[in-house]
Structure formats: C-alpha cells, structure tokens
C-alpha cells in the first residue's frame, strides 16, 4: 500500500513538473515572438517616415535620382525579407543607402534648415534608437529561450514537445564598417 502511494506520488509530481515546464516553455516561446514582432514594428514605423524623408530631399536634390532611388530599392527589400538574418541583411542595405542620402542632403544648406527635414531626421533618430533596442530586447530573449531549452531537465523534453533554438538578430559581415559614401 505504502509503495502505491509513494508511486501515485511521484507520477503526480512528474506530471506536474511536465505541464509547469511546458507551459514555461510556451510562455517564453511567446515573449520571442512578441520581441520580433517589436523588431518588425520599429523596422516598419522607420520605412514608413522614409517616404516622407525622400520626397523633401528629393524637392531640393531633383538631380540626386540615383541615391533616392537606392532608398527606395532597399526599403522595398526590407518589406519583403523574412525572418532576423534576411531582415538584418536588408536593414543593413538600407542603412547605407540612407547614409548616402544624407551626404547629398548635407550639399544642400537649405535642405538642412528646412523644419520638415529637421522634424524627419529627429523622428528618423529617434527610431534608429527604437530599434536598437528592440534587437536588443529580441536577442536577450532568445538568449533566454535558447539557454533555458538546452538546459536540464528541459533539454530532455523541448524537443519532442517541438521547442527548438531561436535565431539572434545578428549585424550583416561589414556592419562594423563605415559605408563609403562617394558620388
């Protein structure tokens, strides 16, 4: 009678343990995915403002289509790349095409005391800053993830419950560089 008891016991208890893992493993599954989506909202709120950034520019440098048109090129891309390596490798792209654009627009001190184009840059700022953090906050939670499903005693059921490792949000090869920027 005491053996049932004790074996009753520990199966409640490793069912327990199971259902409280698993729903961890779920909870932190979903906080990955809500720091992506953040990734992708500040990604989508900059591609947004970079329209608007274009068109001012574009009124004082009409002769400059070609760098304006390398913003427009790599913002499409950025909306069509899947997935943290394709995004950062796009996002990359764009950053130099807007760095660019910024050299023409230095060209043109007129540009530079436009309100629109001070407002644009200030918002333009400001979300460069918004994605940094959410990278940040995105890769601290795969960090996170990834550790805790290769942990024991997760590490002994995360993968037959389909919880496999995340992807960090990673800089693009050459990121570390300043782009050139020549005309």
């Known amino acids: 009678m005491k053996g049932w008891m004790i074996a009753v ?86 950053g130099g095409a807007l760095s660019r654009l910024l050299v023409i627009a230095e060209n043109y001190p007129n540009l530079k005391a436009d309100a629109n184009f001070r407002a644009l840059m200030d918002e333009l700022s400001g979300t460069e800053n918004r994605i940094a953090v959410a990278r940040k906050d995105y890769n601290d939670a795969v960090q996170g993830f990834n550790a805790n499903i290769q942990s024991f005693p997760t590490v002994i059921y995360s993968r037959m419950l389909g919880f496999g490792p995340k992807e960090y949000f990673k800089a693009t090869e050459g990121a570390q560089q300043v782009p050139q920027v020549k005309f």
Do not use: C, F
Not at 11 to 21: D, I, N, W
Not at 59 to 76: L, P
């Open 9 to 94: 016991v520990v199966v409640v208890l490793v069912v327990v343990m199971g259902v409280s893992g698993y729903n961890g493993l779920v909870q932190m599954n979903e906080n990955v995915n809500g720091k992506w989506a953040q990734v992708e909202n500040q990604l989508q709120r900059r591609a947004d403002l970079i329209p608007n950034l274009v068109s001012t520019v574009k009124g004082y440098a009409t002769h400059e289509q070609q760098a304006i048109q390398a913003v427009a090129d790599a913002r499409a891309k950025l909306g069509g790349a899947q997935g943290p390596a394709a995004k950062g490798q796009a996002d990359a792209e764009l």
